[in-house]
């Protein structure tokens, strides 16, 4: 069996799209830094799914909503993406950025490349995460030319446009 550490050292070489996961607790809007988004299907429904680990703040005022957005980030979300990656400023999260409300009223993020607002179909809970499946209600995406944010070595950075010969 893998040792654990060595298994996350390998999981950083393995690039990922950023977002911010959302969802509300009445009237208070909850969020954190994602990597594991992706889609599962498009047809009949679309549905994506997001790992969430148990220990995340909102996780289970997530299952309580039954509702979550996904708003995807540019590189020039990278300060956003370092906020809701730190409980430390947890408080501030979300007075540094314009927010609006899709159809679930889940929280999405003005100039998100892309947000994607989800019921939840399912939810399965598997070891220290929970898988949650969304159905996605409504889409929202920006018309401009953008550049995604994405994690690997355990930092944030962008796509590099490489020529190749």
């Given amino acids: 069996?893998?040792?654990?550490?060595?298994?996350k050292l390998a999981m950083r070489r393995l690039a990922a799209g950023v977002s911010i996961?959302?969802?509300?607790?009445?009237?208070?809007?909850h969020g954190f830094a994602a990597t594991s988004v992706t889609s599962v299907s498009a047809d009949p429904s679309p549905l994506l799914l997001v790992c969430v680990n148990k220990t995340v703040s909102c996780h289970d005022l997530m299952l309580a909503s039954g509702r979550f957005?996904?708003?995807v980030l540019s590189e020039a979300d990278v300060e956003t993406a370092r906020l809701f990656s730190s409980s430390e400023n947890r408080h501030r999260r979300f007075?540094?950025?314009t927010w609006e409300r899709l159809s679930t009223g889940a929280p999405a993020l003005s100039?998100?490349?892309a947000c994607f607002d989800c019921r939840i179909h399912r939810a399965v809970e598997v070891?220290?995460?929970?898988?949650?499946?969304?159905?996605?209600?409504?889409?929202k995406l920006i018309d401009a030319?953008?550049?995604?944010?994405?994690?690997i070595d355990g930092r944030f950075d962008g796509l590099r446009s490489r020529n190749c010969a």
């Fill in 1 to 7: 069996m893998p040792d654990p550490i060595e298994f």
């Fill in 21 to 29: 996961v959302t969802t509300m607790d009445g009237d208070t809007p």
């Fill in 69 to 71: 957005c996904v708003n």
């Fill in 95 to 97: 007075e540094l950025c």
């Fill in 111 to 113: 100039g998100a490349l």
């Fill in 127 to 139: 070891q220290t995460h929970t898988v949650l499946f969304g159905e996605v209600v409504e889409t």
């Fill in 145 to 151: 030319e953008f550049q995604p944010l994405v994690y």
